[in-house]
């Protein structure tokens, strides 16, 4: 098993790296740790561009040496330059190539967005500055719940059960309260919301019972509901700490086995505090049938 | 300190560029992969299209219908030039620019002189192609939507316009391109090469059926003169041919491979030009390309009558002008980035942006230079400019290949020019006969700005030498 890395050529990103360690740490899988720059250009007229490349390439030595050195020693870990049209189409090539089952970049910009709506494989994602100490593990696993994603839980549960983590649901009920001027009164929508989270409540519970029936079930379960008026208020609601990392699911299902991300799975993942994973529904739903066959 | 001619003199080591390009010179040898005929249509793909959409609008009114021995002329020259400066790549272990080569061989101060012709030739030839680029852009809307983007917007002032806005979009939006990193993968370059003989092949098919011996009677109206002359500015349409000569090291046996591979691209394209040419002349009097725009297309409408097949010329003109532009700029800001890593310019031109890992900088610089080049001057002195930057390197390489066999005989070649000393001599006469009849304004232009990149070199270059500085 393999955690593909996306290291920046410019040598920053240090919270890419601190997230691989600690999940390959935890799952036990090796790191290919790759830095991605522009692939020979076959048009060039009389390669004009000899110098422009050697330097590019020198660039990326160089940040791939930094990597190495930040790297804790236990991990083992393989450094490669890749070349390839732009940054995500390469990241997909060498995960690819390498039959990874995770690709591991930095927060949220062009290349992990496009990464998310692409990528074949799970995408992990360090939140902006993401630091943990040099022997951290994943503790517990979140999977971000809205009452109809039960292979994503099913499939986080697995995987908090194989990394010896426990696992919660967390459901955000987000709701911005309407304007003073709409006449209805501010809290015109709180019996809604109220009803809504009775509801999540409860399919929550139900869904952690299947969770608990499964062949390996981790080791303690818990669901959650983190209110608030915008997604940032709701994820900070919840209580985080460190080894925590969340799971979103895909919202859109497709022929194609890749990420479309929806709204709010973006929304999460812009938001979350802690490292988040965005699996596409095909793979979760693999894991699923996986997680629930009899050993 | 090292006296001005040493310094003007001084060569950077092969062993440095080497290290720099990061090739291994121990066991030096790229592995011998190209067959001739993947070299033949790498310089067809390389060098055919953009310069003969542009350039029969000029280049006929000169030479009248003779214009056909203007192409023969200006390709000969071209392959003589391209086979003198496969000996001086090959002599050059690592692959670079023709800059580069003249820096490891004939010295700093000629490679300051043989980049000014590069910048010169890749700025004013992007300014070229952006300014007909919008003459089919213009020719496309009106064909399709009956809409032209006025006059006062779409030509320089000399040509009864203020600012040609559409060349300026064009530029900067590959300018943008590029600094996200862009580039054109194989294939689509693949595809633009087969989008531009398919025009090209359309116009000729369809032209033909305007064919008028009338138009030929009077062939040569202009004499020899109007023949050379009109080379000049059609030698633009060769650019490109010169790729070719930089791959000596990984084609199989490119002491015969070489030249072969260039006579054979030259031969396929000269042939393709002469067809069009000749059609063109036959299917429109010579009082009709004064000033047209858009010409192949224009001439494909008039045979026809209808406006379908001008159409579907200007579509395809307009799609691979756009990837030529793209092409001729990258290789622009490339060029500035191997002169700054050298301290021959500001080391500004050798910022790299950390993320797209692009010289962003330079190509802001050079975007805003090109944008002026072709917003404000008409394309057929762009294309007159465009063909003496190239032409007098080509000259500076043959010379330079003579004075070399005589300077270090001993220097390993993986390709010598067959046929020495003629080739050589041959491709200096030809490069001087084409240069002298260039109009005037041209060669001024063209020495007020070797004069000011000597100066730059006498006040900025060789103090900032990185070679200078290196070994003092």
Redesign the interface.
Known sequence: MTLVVGF?????GRGVLHLAAMLARSTGDDLVVCAV???P???????????????????ANDALDRARERLPEDIPARYLIHHA??APAGLLEVAEEHEANVLVTGPMGSTTGRLLHTSPVPVAIAPRGFRCPPDARVTRVTAAYAGADDDLVVAAAAVAARVGASLRIASFAVRARPPYTSGVGRTADDAMLADWVREIESAARSTLETVGHLPAAPRALEAVVGHGESWEEALEDVEWHDGDVLVVGSSAAGPLARVFLGSRASKIVRHSPVPAVVVPRGVAVELAEEAAAPA | MASLGEQFLRRKPVGVMAEETGADTEGGELKRTITLFQLSLFGIGATIGTGIFIVLTEAVPIAGPAVVFSFVFAGVVAGLTAICYAELASAVPVSGSSYSYAYATMGEGIAMIVAACLLLEYGVSAAAVAVGWSQYLNELLDNLFGFTIPESISNAPEADGVINLPAIVLIVLCAALLMRGASESAKVNAVMVLIKIGVLVLFIAVGLTGWSSDNLSDFTPFGVNGITSAAGIIFFSYIGLDAVSTAGEEVHNPRRNLPLAIITALIVVTSIYLLVALVAVAAQPLAGFEGQEAGLSAILESVTGSSWPASVLAAGAVISIFSVTLVVIYGQTRILFAMARDGMIPPFFHRLNPRTLTPVPATIVVAVLISLLAGLLPINFLAEMTSIGTLVAFLIVSIGVMVLRRTAPDLPRGFRVPLYPIVPLASIAGCIWIIQDLRAVTIYVFFGWSAVALVWYFFYGRHHSLLGRSSP
């Open positions: 920046a050529p410019d040598g920053r720059i522009p692939a250009w076959p048009p060039s007229p009389a390669r004009v561009d000899a110098e422009w490349r050697a330097e590019v390439e020198h660039l049209r732009s």
